[in-house]
T-cell receptor, first 111, second 117 residues
Framework: QQQVKQSPQSLIVQKGGISIINCAYE??????FPWYQQFPGKGPALLIA?????SEKKEGRFTISFNKSAKQFSLHIMDSQPGDSATYFC??????????FGKGTLLTVNP | GAVVSQHPSWVICKSGTSVKIECRSL??????MFWYRQFPKQSLMLMAT?????????EQGVEKDKFLINHASLTLSTLTVTSAHPEDSSFYIC?????????????FGSGTRLTVV
């Protein structure tokens, strides 16, 4: 059972455009929703995270939108740059602190 | 910021031998460490959770006798792949949480690429 569904699997965006990645979860006990960026051969790095009592969080060019009733959350990358090209993972965790990851989105930003 | 150091970054070993991977929290005490496995172009799959001074808890389907995890101190956890076979070739990543941290206190290591020949 896949508890966190992520889409799209891959995404190509032009430089300066907006990248949007979506995730949906099933477990209503999840209460922490982070997004990670991973470059080839490296471990994931935390980009931004949100808790269910907030509908939106913005940090620089990265914004999380959260819809608790729909059990969905999304990552928006504004003014996308070639350096943003990486794999992005959404994740969720509950009281056991175990992270459940989505399958990932390979983002390519063309110059 | 919190830093987790993972070594080695890559290792090649012969089939049947054992390999140890180290994960160290450099500037905080890691009460809980997580070990993940990642196949090419796939997501991270949690293998086990270890708390300092206690036995690791393995996820369903993970062979505890093949993947030995030791979390003997608050700054060091090790994963030993015993009697490695080519199918164990993968990217292994550790993650650490410290005491009193907010829910967001996960720090990942840089990963270890294991190739079994």
């Amino acid at each position: 059972q896949q508890q966190v569904k992520q889409s799209p699997q891959s995404l190509i965006v032009q430089k300066g455009g907006i990248s949007i990645i979506n995730c949906a979860y099933e477990n209503t006990a999840f209460d922490y929703f982070p997004w990670y960026q991973q470059f080839p051969g490296k471990g994931p790095a935390l980009l931004i995270a949100i808790r269910p009592d907030v509908s939106e969080k913005k940090e620089g060019r990265f914004t999380i939108s959260f819809n608790k009733s729909a059990k969905q959350f999304s990552l928006h990358i504004m003014d996308s740059q070639p350096g943003d090209s990486a794999t992005y993972f959404c994740a969720a965790s509950g009281s056991n602190y175990k992270l459940t990851f989505g399958k990932g989105t390979l983002l390519t930003v063309n110059p | 910021g919190a830093v987790v150091s993972q070594h080695p970054s890559w290792v090649i070993c012969k089939s049947g031998t054992s390999v140890k991977i180290e994960c160290r929290s450099l500037d905080f005490q890691a009460t809980t460490m997580f070990w993940y496995r990642q196949f090419p172009k796939q997501s991270l799959m949690l293998m086990a959770t270890s708390n300092e001074g206690s036995k690791a808890t393995y996820e369903q389907g993970v062979e505890k006798d093949k993947f030995l995890i030791n979390h003997a101190s608050l700054t060091l956890s090790t994963l030993t792949v015993t009697s490695a076979h080519p199918e164990d070739s993968s990217f292994y990543i550790c993650s650490a949480r410290g005491p009193g941290r907010t829910r967001g206190g996960y720090t990942f290591g840089s990963g270890t690429r294991l190739t079994v020949v």
